[in-house]
């Protein structure tokens, strides 16, 4: 065991910020109760995390992750979990010949960390690191049929027909569907890549225009991202 003696304030800035993180936006209150840490002592922290450019704070006192620590947080999250997860899109890019992307949320958005395109002169492209629409999506929906049912409330505020029912349905299937919901003449299935604790952490998404990405393909492809996503090792 080191010697070297902690510091207990640095400590504490971390752990406000992982609830931060996982509340966001949230009051001092309830990150003084959840943390343990001294109320006042979470005021002053949360204050020096806003000078230093790592949290911003709502015109009602909540606290949440600024863009710029997001930014860089993304980059360097994403550039690793998206090594690891490289071989899954090629395998489903290669098995399917359409698109296949790497979503990852963020707050309560979804934004694709990478793609590996289609060969198909008419394809779907989309570019790395842009934020693509959640509601109805099959990422969306993935992601949400593994959450803990306490993260699933910011979530449903962005798509209401999360519901439990079609969330079973989601969880019984073991992936995602996007039937032309989120862009006329497109689908597509995703699978949840969970980390060790079973939380979903991104999801496998493959996607294609419907003129030759038909419904009866849906249920194989499905099937296909699934066990990719299951396979994974690098959770």
């Known amino acids: 065991m080191s010697s070297v003696k902690e510091i207990q304030s640095v ?15 949230t009051g001092v209150s309830d990150l003084a109760r959840i943390t343990g840490i001294d109320k006042s002592a979470a005021h002053r922290l949360a204050v020096t995390l806003n000078a230093a450019g790592w ?45 296949a992307m790497l979503v990852v949320p963020e707050g309560n958005r979804l934004f694709i960390a990478d793609v590996v395109e289609s060969s198909h002169t008419l394809r779907v492209s989309v570019t790395v690191g842009s934020e693509m629409p959640a509601k109805s999506s099959s990422a969306l929906r993935a992601i949400a049929a593994r959450l803990p049912a306490e993260q699933l409330q910011a979530w449903r ?41 079973g939380v979903p952490i991104a999801a496998l998404v493959v996607v294609g225009p419907s003129t030759r990405f038909g419904r009866e393909l849906m249920a194989p492809r499905g099937e296909l991202v699934a066990r990719l996503a299951d396979d994974w090792d690098g959770r």
């Open 11 to 25: 400590r504490n800035a971390c752990r406000l910020l992982e609830e931060v993180a996982r509340q966001q936006p």
């Open 157 to 197: 505020r962005v798509d209401p027909e999360l519901t439990e029912e079609a969330l079973q349905a989601t969880r019984d299937r073991e992936w995602g569907v996007n039937d032309n919901e989120v862009a006329d003449g497109t689908r597509a299935v995703g699978a949840a890549l969970c980390g060790a604790d």
């Open 55 to 99: 949290l911003q704070r709502t015109v009602d006192g909540r606290w949440y992750l600024a863009p710029g620590l997001l930014a860089v947080l993304r980059k360097s999250s994403s550039t690793s979990l998206a090594e690891s997860a490289r071989p899954l899109m090629e395998a489903a890019r290669d098995a399917t010949g359409e698109t």
